[in-house]
């Protein structure tokens, strides 16, 4: 594999190849996604709940999406460099378009303003393009972050950020009038120029029609398998969390990361407690004359 760019992402969407993205928000999760041959790496603002335990996606700052950008765009660095991981079979590793999402309060207000932030994600976050929330109102925004050389990734249809707007987490596209919007949507994001659009929570039905109708690719989330590529968080996933909790109908759950982790840390409680740990091979040695020397 080589270099995933935005013209490979193109030739993989001529070719009607999938485009894969996962979300990371640390050097790990980018790191483990970048050797696992993921074509994109989304630096989401589902990071304010995923990662930061916060209530919903506005309390996030753009300043602290900033420092997870760069913490992700530093793991494409070492994948560069690196030898491929034990684990990652026979893939050459590679660098993955990242994408940093504008979060809530950055991009509202004026082209300007979105630019300007734009502006930070990149010099600042590291990542080579931005993702924002938004359709036929965002177009202008759109085209005056992509008019100043910075690639943008659209997201239409269920727009987290404006949950209470929405009404909540409500699944967009399910009414004849609500899909043609969706579209009007998606169609104006690509005008505006636009590399690629998530597609969040609509009929599958109606994001086929919408990717055939488009000529940049679709990214689905929630929109089924007619889509150009699919994105998923990685921490729903992976099970990053107990079990129990809830997930989003569209999740495939991969995984079990959390009981993994749990597994490990509730045995080595267990030999801490029993002394079992540290074992012999844990430890460094003295000599005898150095201890005999030191203990006298
Ligand atoms: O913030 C995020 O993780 C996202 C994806 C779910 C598309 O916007
Ligand atoms: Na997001």
Sequence with gaps: RKKVTISTLRL??????PITM???HDFPSGHVGDAAGMDMVLVGDSLAMVALGMED???VLLEEMLLH??????????AFTVKPLPTSTDRELTTYVQVGDLPMGSYEISPEQALQSAIRVVKEGRVQSIKLEGGREMAS????ITTAGIPVLGHVGLTPQRQNALGGFRVQGKTSAGAMSVLEDALAVQEAGCFAVVLEAIPQ????LITQELSIPTIGIGAGNGCSGQVLVQVDMTGHFPPGRFLPKFVKKYGDVWSEAHKAISTYRDEVKSRAYPAPEHTYPISKEE??????
Excluded: N, P, Q
Aim: proline share 0%; net charge positive; glycine share 2%.
């Design 12 to 17: 993989m969407y001529k070719k009607g190849e």
């Design 22 to 24: 996962i979300t990371a």
């Design 69 to 78: 950008c760069r913490s992700v765009s530093r793991a494409a660095k070492t």
């Design 205 to 208: 039905e109606v994001a086929s």
């Design 57 to 59: 996606t506005s309390e």
């Design 141 to 144: 925004t759109i085209r005056k």
């Design 291 to 296: 201890l005999e020397a030191f203990s006298r």
